[in-house]
């Protein structure tokens, strides 16, 4: 988990980069979310003609939107997470470094205009964000009535009894090397500030908890191990946390290499409006 960061990384430079380096493990290793998270946000949204998914990395997040939504803007710090995003002739990336201004964003996110996005989407993205900065922006762009904004991240899994004690001895390991800033996220988004009026689909403080089924084989799961960006931190450090041994107990405690099984991630949303 937790290895996108978008627009709003740009007030901490010195994150840029941090996930770069594992952006096509990313697009094969992520789970992709439920199309039943896109339909009751849609629901909420009078109006369905731009959604702006920030932090998008590889359009994970992007691409269930378009369903619902004539356009979609998709924004991320990361160049090198937007070479790998999945395209489609509604969907417009936007590369926005570290320089950019807030009249900028409005004028690539809204065409200059202010009150003009339905829906503002954020997915394992949001703890890494000048939060001050972001909600500005948000409150300058989201459609006045009617826009809402949705965040939503994933800080654990569920595979078997016995896998999952093996993953619990990994994520110690991981732990120094996580960025502070991640908190947010392994504290379910329950001391997130969230300045917005609840929708019925929690509230600051309280997020609702949801689930995310995801079907893969060891090599796919040890594909996404390895996207993890606490990996890459301890990697640069000297510190290898997927070695050879810790690889055949996760395999042994997996079973058979082309086994595929049930990954349930545990996830959370804050939703809210103007």
């Not at 995310?212 to 510190?239: N, Y």
């Not at 042994?252 to 804050?270: E, I, P, S």
Request: with cysteine; aromatic share 12%; glycine share 8%.
């Amino acid at each position: 988990m937790l290895v996108s960061f978008g627009t709003f990384a740009m007030m901490h430079v010195e994150v840029t980069g941090l996930f770069d380096k594992q952006a096509e493990i990313y697009v094969k290793g992520r789970p992709t979310y439920p199309k039943e998270w896109y339909s009751m946000l849609a629901a909420l949204t009078p109006q369905h003609s731009l959604a702006w998914d920030v932090g998008t990395g590889n359009g994970q997040a992007t691409v269930g939107l378009l369903e619902h939504y004539d356009q979609v803007v998709a924004s991320d710090i990361s160049d090198a997470q937007l070479k790998y995003a999945i395209q489609h002739p509604r969907v417009r990336y936007i590369h926005t470094p570290a320089s950019i201004s807030d009249d900028e964003m409005v004028n690539l996110i809204g065409g200059g205009q202010e009150n003009s996005v339905d829906l503002v989407t954020v997915a394992a993205a949001i703890h890494w964000f000048d939060l001050p900065r972001f909600y500005s922006l948000v409150k300058r762009l989201l459609r006045q009535p009617g826009g809402i904004i949705a965040v939503w991240c994933y800080n654990g899994m569920v595979v078997s009894p016995d896998f999952d004690l093996v993953m619990k001895r990994l994520h110690e390991s991981c732990l120094p090397f996580w960025d502070p800033r991640t908190k947010y996220a392994w504290g379910g988004y329950t001391t997130l500030p969230f300045p917005f009026e609840s929708v019925g689909l929690g509230r600051e403080g309280e997020p609702i908890t949801l689930e995310i089924p995801k079907e893969l084989s060891f090599q796919g799961f040890e594909r996404m191990l390895r996207s993890f960006s606490a990996v890459a931190t301890a990697k640069d450090r000297g510190a290898d946390l997927l070695s050879e041994d810790v690889i055949k107990e996760l395999h042994r405690a997996w079973g058979a290499h082309d086994l595929v099984r049930t990954v349930t991630y545990k996830a959370f949303m804050l939703v809210g409006r103007l």
